[in-house]
DNA sequence: CGCTTGCCTTGACCGCCGTCAAGTCCTTCC
DNA sequence: GGAAGGACTTGACGGCGGTCAAGGCAAGCG
Protein backbone atom coordinates (compact mmCIF):
# COMPACT_ATOMS: atom_id res chain seq x y z
CA UNK A 1 0.00 0.00 0.00
CA UNK A 2 2.77 2.69 1.15
CA UNK A 3 4.60 1.56 -2.27
CA UNK A 4 1.26 2.40 -4.15
CA UNK A 5 0.38 6.04 -2.02
CA UNK A 6 3.95 6.18 -3.72
CA UNK A 7 3.11 6.86 -6.98
CA UNK A 8 1.75 10.53 -6.33
CA UNK A 9 3.45 13.28 -5.94
CA UNK A 10 1.90 14.09 -2.92
CA UNK A 11 3.18 11.23 -1.00
CA UNK A 12 6.60 11.17 -2.63
CA UNK A 13 8.99 12.00 -0.10
CA UNK A 14 6.84 11.18 2.95
CA UNK A 15 8.60 9.67 5.34
CA UNK A 16 7.92 6.05 6.17
CA UNK A 17 6.74 7.32 9.77
CA UNK A 18 4.45 9.68 7.77
CA UNK A 19 3.10 8.02 5.28
CA UNK A 20 2.11 4.60 7.52
CA UNK A 21 -1.16 6.13 9.57
CA UNK A 22 -2.40 7.08 5.95
CA UNK A 23 -1.44 3.93 4.62
CA UNK A 24 -3.38 2.22 7.55
CA UNK A 25 -5.99 4.31 7.18
CA UNK A 26 -6.83 3.92 3.15
CA UNK A 27 -8.44 1.04 0.62
CA UNK A 28 -8.31 0.09 -2.11
CA UNK A 29 -11.47 -0.07 -4.51
CA UNK A 30 -12.39 -1.18 -8.43
CA UNK A 31 -15.01 -0.41 -10.17
CA UNK A 32 -16.53 -1.24 -13.31
CA UNK A 33 -16.91 0.75 -16.17
CA UNK A 34 -19.42 3.90 -15.86
CA UNK A 35 -19.49 3.29 -12.05
CA UNK A 36 -20.78 5.80 -10.61
CA UNK A 37 -18.76 7.02 -7.90
CA UNK A 38 -20.09 10.12 -5.93
CA UNK A 39 -22.40 12.82 -7.00
CA UNK A 40 -22.26 16.35 -6.88
CA UNK A 41 -23.27 17.36 -2.85
CA UNK A 42 -22.50 14.53 -1.50
CA UNK A 43 -20.19 15.01 1.26
CA UNK A 44 -16.39 14.90 0.99
CA UNK A 45 -15.26 11.82 2.87
CA UNK A 46 -12.45 10.67 0.81
CA UNK A 47 -9.73 11.95 -1.47
CA UNK A 48 -8.73 9.41 -4.44
CA UNK A 49 -5.30 8.12 -6.07
CA UNK A 50 -5.93 6.55 -9.41
CA UNK A 51 -4.39 2.97 -9.97
CA UNK A 52 -5.28 2.09 -13.30
CA UNK A 53 -8.16 3.45 -15.50
CA UNK A 54 -9.50 6.97 -15.92
CA UNK A 55 -12.38 9.30 -14.07
CA UNK A 56 -14.84 11.97 -15.54
CA UNK A 57 -15.27 14.95 -13.07
CA UNK A 58 -18.25 16.80 -14.08
CA UNK A 59 -21.03 18.44 -13.59
CA UNK A 60 -25.31 18.75 -14.46
CA UNK A 61 -26.02 21.74 -16.36
CA UNK A 62 -30.05 22.52 -15.44
CA UNK A 63 -31.50 20.97 -18.15
CA UNK A 64 -29.99 17.85 -17.36
CA UNK A 65 -26.88 17.46 -20.04
CA UNK A 66 -23.28 16.93 -18.47
CA UNK A 67 -20.19 19.67 -18.77
CA UNK A 68 -16.84 17.68 -18.09
CA UNK A 69 -14.71 19.58 -16.13
CA UNK A 70 -11.15 17.24 -15.55
CA UNK A 71 -10.67 14.26 -17.02
CA UNK A 72 -8.14 12.31 -14.06
CA UNK A 73 -5.94 9.77 -15.38
CA UNK A 74 -3.91 6.63 -13.65
CA UNK A 75 -1.19 8.43 -11.72
CA UNK A 76 -3.12 11.18 -10.67
CA UNK A 77 -5.29 12.45 -7.06
CA UNK A 78 -8.16 14.23 -7.51
CA UNK A 79 -10.86 15.68 -4.60
CA UNK A 80 -7.69 16.73 -2.53
CA UNK A 81 -8.86 20.23 -2.17
CA UNK A 82 -12.42 19.44 -0.90
CA UNK A 83 -11.09 17.09 1.61
CA UNK A 84 -9.21 19.49 3.43
CA UNK A 85 -12.11 22.01 3.47
CA UNK A 86 -14.92 19.72 4.73
CA UNK A 87 -17.05 20.68 1.95
CA UNK A 88 -19.45 18.62 -0.33
CA UNK A 89 -17.90 17.65 -3.62
CA UNK A 90 -18.84 20.48 -6.28
CA UNK A 91 -18.57 17.85 -8.83
CA UNK A 92 -19.64 14.17 -10.13
CA UNK A 93 -17.50 11.55 -11.06
CA UNK A 94 -17.87 8.62 -12.79
CA UNK A 95 -15.55 6.08 -14.00
CA UNK A 96 -14.64 5.78 -17.88
CA UNK A 97 -13.56 2.31 -17.98
CA UNK A 98 -12.60 -0.15 -15.46
CA UNK A 99 -11.15 1.27 -12.57
CA UNK A 100 -8.93 0.72 -9.30
CA UNK A 101 -8.51 3.42 -7.17
CA UNK A 102 -7.01 3.98 -3.82
CA UNK A 103 -9.36 5.77 -1.31
CA UNK A 104 -7.83 7.93 1.44
CA UNK A 105 -10.22 9.16 4.59
CA UNK A 106 -10.04 12.90 4.74
CA UNK A 107 -9.59 13.23 8.64
CA UNK A 108 -6.61 10.89 8.33
CA UNK A 109 -5.22 13.83 5.80
CA UNK A 110 -6.29 16.31 7.57
CA UNK A 111 -4.76 15.38 10.83
CA UNK A 112 -1.37 14.77 9.22
CA UNK A 113 -1.83 18.12 7.55
CA UNK A 114 -1.71 19.43 10.58
CA UNK A 115 1.53 17.64 11.97
CA UNK A 116 3.51 17.59 9.01
CA UNK A 117 4.92 20.39 6.87
CA UNK A 118 6.30 18.40 4.58
CA UNK A 119 2.90 17.20 3.53
CA UNK A 120 1.30 20.33 3.91
CA UNK A 121 3.82 21.97 1.44
CA UNK A 122 3.26 18.72 -1.02
CA UNK A 123 -0.82 19.78 -0.84
CA UNK A 124 -0.66 23.50 -1.60
CA UNK A 125 2.26 22.70 -4.41
CA UNK A 126 -0.72 20.31 -6.04
CA UNK A 127 -3.35 22.76 -5.38
CA UNK A 128 -1.22 25.26 -7.13
CA UNK A 129 -0.85 23.82 -10.32
CA UNK A 130 -4.04 22.57 -10.08
CA UNK A 131 -5.40 26.25 -9.92
CA UNK A 132 -2.64 27.11 -12.74
CA UNK A 133 -4.48 24.23 -14.80
CA UNK A 134 -8.06 25.90 -14.26
CA UNK A 135 -6.51 29.21 -15.39
CA UNK A 136 -5.34 27.48 -18.63
CA UNK A 137 -8.69 26.03 -19.00
CA UNK A 138 -10.34 29.13 -18.88
CA UNK A 139 -8.16 30.72 -21.08
CA UNK A 140 -9.15 27.64 -23.70
CA UNK A 141 -12.85 27.67 -23.08
CA UNK A 142 -12.92 31.65 -24.18
CA UNK A 143 -11.16 31.00 -27.15
CA UNK A 144 -13.58 31.76 -29.82
CA UNK A 145 -13.38 29.19 -31.95
CA UNK A 146 -13.56 25.45 -32.08
CA UNK A 147 -10.32 24.48 -34.57
CA UNK A 148 -8.70 27.00 -31.67
CA UNK A 149 -9.77 24.72 -28.90
CA UNK A 150 -8.57 21.85 -30.28
CA UNK A 151 -5.09 22.97 -31.52
CA UNK A 152 -4.44 24.10 -27.95
CA UNK A 153 -5.78 20.50 -27.05
CA UNK A 154 -3.21 18.45 -28.89
CA UNK A 155 -0.82 21.17 -28.67
CA UNK A 156 -0.66 20.18 -24.53
CA UNK A 157 0.38 16.55 -25.37
CA UNK A 158 3.36 17.44 -27.61
CA UNK A 159 6.14 17.45 -25.51
CA UNK A 160 9.06 18.86 -27.51
CA UNK A 161 9.88 20.04 -31.30
CA UNK A 162 10.54 16.71 -32.45
CA UNK A 163 8.03 16.39 -35.87
CA UNK A 164 5.16 13.27 -36.06
CA UNK A 165 4.32 12.38 -32.42
CA UNK A 166 1.36 10.60 -31.48
CA UNK A 167 -1.58 11.28 -29.27
CA UNK A 168 -3.01 8.65 -27.32
CA UNK A 169 -6.66 10.41 -27.11
CA UNK A 170 -8.00 9.32 -23.45
CA UNK A 171 -11.04 7.35 -24.52
CA UNK A 172 -13.48 8.48 -27.24
CA UNK A 173 -14.16 11.12 -29.03
CA UNK A 174 -17.02 12.25 -27.40
CA UNK A 175 -15.67 12.58 -24.50
CA UNK A 176 -12.68 14.87 -25.15
CA UNK A 177 -15.11 17.12 -27.23
CA UNK A 178 -17.33 17.31 -24.06
CA UNK A 179 -14.00 18.41 -22.13
CA UNK A 180 -13.37 21.37 -24.83
CA UNK A 181 -17.01 22.24 -25.00
CA UNK A 182 -17.59 21.00 -28.41
CA UNK A 183 -20.03 18.71 -29.30
CA UNK A 184 -19.16 15.41 -31.10
CA UNK A 185 -20.02 16.71 -34.92
CA UNK A 186 -18.10 19.86 -33.98
CA UNK A 187 -15.02 18.36 -33.06
CA UNK A 188 -15.08 15.78 -35.66
CA UNK A 189 -15.43 18.47 -38.46
CA UNK A 190 -12.22 19.97 -36.77
CA UNK A 191 -10.52 16.45 -37.36
CA UNK A 192 -11.66 16.72 -40.63
CA UNK A 193 -10.59 20.15 -41.77
CA UNK A 194 -7.09 18.97 -39.75
CA UNK A 195 -6.77 16.20 -41.76
CA UNK A 196 -7.15 17.49 -45.30
CA UNK A 197 -4.71 20.31 -44.65
CA UNK A 198 -1.94 18.16 -43.45
CA UNK A 199 -1.50 18.90 -40.10
CA UNK A 200 -2.71 15.42 -38.88
CA UNK A 201 -3.13 12.09 -39.29
CA UNK A 202 -5.22 9.46 -37.80
CA UNK A 203 -3.69 5.77 -37.56
CA UNK A 204 -5.89 3.04 -35.18
CA UNK A 205 -7.46 5.18 -32.44
CA UNK A 206 -4.36 7.44 -32.33
CA UNK A 207 -3.85 11.33 -33.31
CA UNK A 208 -0.72 11.60 -35.70
CA UNK A 209 0.61 15.60 -35.50
CA UNK A 210 2.29 15.73 -39.00
CA UNK A 211 3.27 19.56 -38.66
CA UNK A 212 3.07 20.79 -35.03
CA UNK A 213 4.22 24.52 -36.02
CA UNK A 214 1.10 24.58 -38.46
CA UNK A 215 -1.23 23.17 -35.52
CA UNK A 216 0.33 26.27 -33.28
CA UNK A 217 -0.78 28.78 -36.19
CA UNK A 218 -3.93 27.89 -36.09
CA UNK A 219 -4.56 28.03 -32.45
CA UNK A 220 -2.73 31.17 -32.68
CA UNK A 221 -5.33 31.81 -35.85
CA UNK B 1 0.86 46.84 9.25
CA UNK B 2 -0.31 43.92 11.33
CA UNK B 3 -3.61 45.37 11.30
CA UNK B 4 -3.68 45.48 8.04
CA UNK B 5 -2.61 41.99 7.05
CA UNK B 6 -5.29 40.49 9.81
CA UNK B 7 -8.04 41.70 7.37
CA UNK B 8 -7.24 38.76 4.56
CA UNK B 9 -8.68 35.37 5.46
CA UNK B 10 -4.97 34.12 5.22
CA UNK B 11 -3.60 35.94 8.37
CA UNK B 12 -6.45 35.92 10.86
CA UNK B 13 -5.60 33.70 14.01
CA UNK B 14 -2.45 33.83 12.89
CA UNK B 15 -0.74 34.71 16.56
CA UNK B 16 1.19 38.09 17.02
CA UNK B 17 4.79 36.02 17.04
CA UNK B 18 4.06 34.32 13.54
CA UNK B 19 2.76 37.73 11.83
CA UNK B 20 5.43 39.75 12.79
CA UNK B 21 8.38 38.46 9.88
CA UNK B 22 5.61 38.83 7.35
CA UNK B 23 4.84 42.38 8.35
CA UNK B 24 7.92 43.28 8.65
CA UNK B 25 8.98 42.48 5.16
CA UNK B 26 5.91 43.67 3.66
CA UNK B 27 5.36 46.83 2.10
CA UNK B 28 2.61 49.28 1.18
CA UNK B 29 2.18 49.93 -2.98
CA UNK B 30 -0.34 52.73 -4.25
CA UNK B 31 -1.09 52.57 -8.27
CA UNK B 32 -2.78 54.35 -10.25
CA UNK B 33 -5.64 53.51 -12.43
CA UNK B 34 -4.67 51.26 -15.08
CA UNK B 35 -1.55 50.96 -13.84
CA UNK B 36 0.30 47.61 -15.13
CA UNK B 37 1.17 46.16 -12.17
CA UNK B 38 2.91 42.63 -13.59
CA UNK B 39 2.60 40.30 -16.89
CA UNK B 40 2.26 37.21 -17.76
CA UNK B 41 5.79 35.21 -17.71
CA UNK B 42 7.25 37.77 -14.73
CA UNK B 43 9.08 36.10 -12.38
CA UNK B 44 6.63 36.04 -9.26
CA UNK B 45 8.28 36.97 -6.23
CA UNK B 46 5.58 38.94 -3.91
CA UNK B 47 1.79 38.43 -3.44
CA UNK B 48 -0.14 40.60 -2.90
CA UNK B 49 -3.06 42.12 -0.64
CA UNK B 50 -5.87 44.65 -1.87
CA UNK B 51 -6.72 46.97 0.47
CA UNK B 52 -8.54 49.55 -1.58
CA UNK B 53 -9.57 49.83 -5.37
CA UNK B 54 -9.58 46.23 -7.39
CA UNK B 55 -7.45 44.54 -9.68
CA UNK B 56 -7.97 42.95 -12.71
CA UNK B 57 -6.52 39.40 -13.57
CA UNK B 58 -6.31 38.99 -17.38
CA UNK B 59 -4.22 36.74 -20.30
CA UNK B 60 -3.52 37.98 -23.58
CA UNK B 61 -4.92 35.99 -26.55
CA UNK B 62 -2.68 35.63 -29.82
CA UNK B 63 -4.35 38.43 -31.92
CA UNK B 64 -4.15 40.74 -28.94
CA UNK B 65 -7.29 40.59 -26.90
CA UNK B 66 -7.22 40.18 -23.25
CA UNK B 67 -9.56 37.88 -21.64
CA UNK B 68 -10.43 38.42 -18.17
CA UNK B 69 -9.50 35.60 -15.98
CA UNK B 70 -10.58 37.02 -11.99
CA UNK B 71 -11.36 40.38 -10.52
CA UNK B 72 -9.99 41.00 -7.32
CA UNK B 73 -11.62 43.06 -5.14
CA UNK B 74 -10.48 45.23 -1.84
CA UNK B 75 -9.91 42.38 1.49
CA UNK B 76 -8.63 40.05 -1.44
CA UNK B 77 -5.83 38.16 -1.78
CA UNK B 78 -3.84 37.25 -5.03
CA UNK B 79 -1.00 35.47 -6.60
CA UNK B 80 -0.79 33.00 -3.83
CA UNK B 81 0.11 29.71 -5.19
CA UNK B 82 2.45 31.11 -7.57
CA UNK B 83 4.45 32.47 -4.49
CA UNK B 84 4.62 28.61 -3.35
CA UNK B 85 5.51 27.03 -6.94
CA UNK B 86 8.22 29.66 -7.61
CA UNK B 87 6.61 29.78 -10.99
CA UNK B 88 6.39 33.01 -12.94
CA UNK B 89 3.10 34.66 -12.94
CA UNK B 90 0.56 32.70 -14.95
CA UNK B 91 -1.71 36.05 -16.08
CA UNK B 92 -1.15 39.58 -16.41
CA UNK B 93 -2.41 42.06 -13.85
CA UNK B 94 -3.35 45.82 -13.98
CA UNK B 95 -5.03 48.19 -11.63
CA UNK B 96 -8.70 48.52 -13.00
CA UNK B 97 -8.93 52.16 -10.18
CA UNK B 98 -6.55 53.81 -8.14
CA UNK B 99 -5.19 51.05 -5.58
CA UNK B 100 -3.85 50.38 -2.78
CA UNK B 101 -2.17 46.94 -1.84
CA UNK B 102 0.32 45.33 0.67
CA UNK B 103 3.03 43.46 -1.24
CA UNK B 104 4.48 40.30 0.42
CA UNK B 105 7.88 38.76 -0.52
CA UNK B 106 7.12 35.23 -1.64
CA UNK B 107 10.47 33.58 0.06
CA UNK B 108 8.82 34.89 3.60
CA UNK B 109 5.62 33.47 3.14
CA UNK B 110 7.64 30.12 2.23
CA UNK B 111 9.59 29.99 4.92
CA UNK B 112 7.13 30.85 7.38
CA UNK B 113 4.38 28.20 6.03
CA UNK B 114 7.45 25.40 6.24
CA UNK B 115 7.39 26.76 10.20
CA UNK B 116 3.54 27.34 10.90
CA UNK B 117 1.28 24.52 10.36
CA UNK B 118 -1.34 27.10 10.63
CA UNK B 119 -0.48 29.15 7.99
CA UNK B 120 -0.14 26.47 5.59
CA UNK B 121 -3.77 25.40 6.93
CA UNK B 122 -4.99 28.80 5.88
CA UNK B 123 -3.51 28.71 2.70
CA UNK B 124 -4.72 25.29 1.72
CA UNK B 125 -8.18 26.56 2.64
CA UNK B 126 -7.35 29.62 0.50
CA UNK B 127 -6.73 27.73 -2.33
CA UNK B 128 -9.15 25.36 -1.83
CA UNK B 129 -11.59 27.85 -1.80
CA UNK B 130 -10.14 29.26 -5.70
CA UNK B 131 -10.30 25.84 -6.96
CA UNK B 132 -14.03 25.36 -6.40
CA UNK B 133 -14.71 29.11 -7.58
CA UNK B 134 -13.24 27.99 -10.79
CA UNK B 135 -14.75 24.74 -11.51
CA UNK B 136 -17.87 27.19 -11.28
CA UNK B 137 -16.71 29.54 -13.61
CA UNK B 138 -15.86 26.51 -16.17
CA UNK B 139 -18.61 25.48 -15.52
CA UNK B 140 -20.50 28.92 -16.10
CA UNK B 141 -18.07 29.63 -19.00
CA UNK B 142 -19.42 26.29 -20.78
CA UNK B 143 -23.01 27.33 -20.22
CA UNK B 144 -24.60 28.12 -23.58
CA UNK B 145 -26.40 31.07 -24.07
CA UNK B 146 -25.07 34.82 -22.92
CA UNK B 147 -28.54 34.91 -20.93
CA UNK B 148 -27.84 31.94 -18.73
CA UNK B 149 -23.97 33.48 -18.35
CA UNK B 150 -25.57 36.64 -16.67
CA UNK B 151 -28.37 35.23 -14.40
CA UNK B 152 -25.73 33.56 -13.16
CA UNK B 153 -23.53 35.91 -12.30
CA UNK B 154 -25.87 37.85 -10.24
CA UNK B 155 -27.40 35.50 -9.12
CA UNK B 156 -23.53 34.39 -7.33
CA UNK B 157 -24.18 38.19 -5.88
CA UNK B 158 -27.70 37.13 -4.09
CA UNK B 159 -27.24 36.10 -0.74
CA UNK B 160 -30.71 34.99 0.49
CA UNK B 161 -34.24 34.39 -0.46
CA UNK B 162 -34.90 38.34 0.01
CA UNK B 163 -36.74 39.97 -2.84
CA UNK B 164 -35.24 43.16 -4.49
CA UNK B 165 -31.33 42.89 -3.57
CA UNK B 166 -29.40 45.68 -4.97
CA UNK B 167 -26.27 44.58 -7.26
CA UNK B 168 -23.05 46.68 -7.69
CA UNK B 169 -21.32 46.43 -10.60
CA UNK B 170 -17.51 46.15 -9.79
CA UNK B 171 -16.00 48.93 -12.21
CA UNK B 172 -17.56 49.31 -15.88
CA UNK B 173 -20.40 47.21 -17.34
CA UNK B 174 -18.09 46.23 -20.09
CA UNK B 175 -15.30 44.91 -17.88
CA UNK B 176 -18.07 42.22 -16.47
CA UNK B 177 -18.76 41.20 -19.93
CA UNK B 178 -15.29 40.88 -20.45
CA UNK B 179 -15.34 38.69 -17.16
CA UNK B 180 -17.83 36.52 -18.55
CA UNK B 181 -16.59 36.27 -22.28
CA UNK B 182 -19.41 38.59 -23.50
CA UNK B 183 -19.05 41.46 -25.66
CA UNK B 184 -20.40 44.71 -23.77
CA UNK B 185 -23.00 44.72 -26.72
CA UNK B 186 -24.32 41.62 -25.92
CA UNK B 187 -24.36 41.95 -22.17
CA UNK B 188 -26.25 45.27 -22.94
CA UNK B 189 -28.83 43.57 -24.92
CA UNK B 190 -29.55 40.45 -22.10
CA UNK B 191 -29.65 43.38 -20.08
CA UNK B 192 -32.15 45.59 -21.63
CA UNK B 193 -34.35 42.25 -22.22
CA UNK B 194 -34.19 41.68 -18.68
CA UNK B 195 -35.94 45.10 -17.89
CA UNK B 196 -38.61 44.54 -20.04
CA UNK B 197 -39.28 41.39 -18.83
CA UNK B 198 -39.13 42.83 -15.30
CA UNK B 199 -36.73 40.72 -14.02
CA UNK B 200 -34.56 43.87 -12.87
CA UNK B 201 -34.28 47.52 -12.70
CA UNK B 202 -31.03 49.33 -13.12
CA UNK B 203 -30.88 52.37 -10.37
CA UNK B 204 -27.55 54.90 -10.52
CA UNK B 205 -25.53 52.29 -11.75
CA UNK B 206 -27.29 49.50 -9.33
CA UNK B 207 -28.96 46.69 -10.63
CA UNK B 208 -31.83 46.12 -8.49
CA UNK B 209 -32.82 42.42 -8.59
CA UNK B 210 -37.24 42.10 -8.98
CA UNK B 211 -37.30 38.70 -8.87
CA UNK B 212 -35.07 35.96 -8.22
CA UNK B 213 -36.77 32.98 -8.94
CA UNK B 214 -37.81 34.44 -12.52
CA UNK B 215 -33.42 35.13 -12.88
CA UNK B 216 -33.08 31.29 -11.76
CA UNK B 217 -35.49 30.07 -14.22
CA UNK B 218 -33.75 31.90 -16.60
CA UNK B 219 -30.11 30.75 -15.66
CA UNK B 220 -31.87 27.02 -16.08
CA UNK B 221 -33.43 27.79 -19.49
C1' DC C 1 -25.07 -14.40 -42.57
C1' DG C 2 -28.11 -10.71 -41.08
C1' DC C 3 -29.34 -7.93 -37.24
C1' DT C 4 -28.27 -4.84 -33.66
C1' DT C 5 -25.67 -1.51 -31.20
C1' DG C 6 -22.46 2.11 -30.55
C1' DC C 7 -19.22 5.41 -32.44
C1' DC C 8 -18.23 8.36 -35.78
C1' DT C 9 -19.05 11.16 -39.93
C1' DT C 10 -21.48 14.15 -43.16
C1' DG C 11 -25.04 17.27 -44.67
C1' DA C 12 -28.68 20.87 -44.10
C1' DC C 13 -30.60 24.35 -41.41
C1' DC C 14 -31.03 27.94 -37.98
C1' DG C 15 -30.18 30.82 -33.92
C1' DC C 16 -27.01 33.18 -31.11
C1' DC C 17 -23.45 36.15 -30.69
C1' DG C 18 -19.54 38.90 -32.56
C1' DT C 19 -18.60 42.71 -35.51
C1' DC C 20 -19.27 47.16 -37.53
C1' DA C 21 -21.63 51.35 -37.40
C1' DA C 22 -24.48 55.00 -35.83
C1' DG C 23 -26.79 57.21 -32.22
C1' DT C 24 -27.81 58.72 -27.22
C1' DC C 25 -26.67 60.15 -22.69
C1' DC C 26 -23.61 61.96 -19.37
C1' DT C 27 -19.47 63.95 -17.63
C1' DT C 28 -15.62 66.98 -18.10
C1' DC C 29 -13.28 70.83 -19.43
C1' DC C 30 -12.61 75.16 -21.50
C1' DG D 1 -23.01 77.35 -22.80
C1' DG D 2 -20.62 74.50 -26.09
C1' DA D 3 -17.32 71.12 -27.46
C1' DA D 4 -15.17 66.73 -26.65
C1' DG D 5 -14.82 62.32 -25.02
C1' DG D 6 -16.30 58.03 -22.86
C1' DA D 7 -19.78 54.66 -21.54
C1' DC D 8 -23.61 52.63 -23.04
C1' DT D 9 -27.35 51.43 -26.33
C1' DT D 10 -29.47 49.99 -30.61
C1' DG D 11 -29.63 48.24 -35.29
C1' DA D 12 -28.10 45.34 -39.32
C1' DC D 13 -25.55 41.63 -40.94
C1' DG D 14 -22.76 37.46 -41.29
C1' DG D 15 -20.41 33.33 -39.55
C1' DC D 16 -19.61 29.77 -36.32
C1' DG D 17 -21.29 26.11 -34.10
C1' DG D 18 -25.40 23.61 -32.12
C1' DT D 19 -29.17 20.65 -33.48
C1' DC D 20 -31.52 17.27 -36.15
C1' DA D 21 -31.33 13.66 -39.29
C1' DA D 22 -29.32 10.21 -42.15
C1' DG D 23 -25.70 7.23 -43.35
C1' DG D 24 -21.18 4.56 -42.86
C1' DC D 25 -18.51 1.32 -40.32
C1' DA D 26 -16.85 -2.00 -37.06
C1' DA D 27 -17.72 -5.25 -33.30
C1' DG D 28 -20.71 -8.52 -31.04
C1' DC D 29 -24.35 -11.96 -31.22
C1' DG D 30 -28.10 -14.86 -32.55
Redesign the pocket.
Known amino acids: MEQLLRIAPLFQNLTQHDLLPIANASRKVSCVAGQQLFIEGDPAIQLFLVLKGSVRLYRLTHDG ?1 EKVIEIIRAGETFAESVALLGRPYPVCASAIDALEMIAIPAEVIKAQVEQNTGLALKMLASLSLRVHRFVNDIHALSM ?6 VAGYFLAFLSAEADEQCIQ ?1 P ?7 ARL ?12 RMKEQGVIR ?1 EN ?1 QIVVLAPEKLRQLRDE
Chains 1, 2 share one sequence.
Open positions: KSTAQQKLSTKALVAGLQPETFSRVLGEA
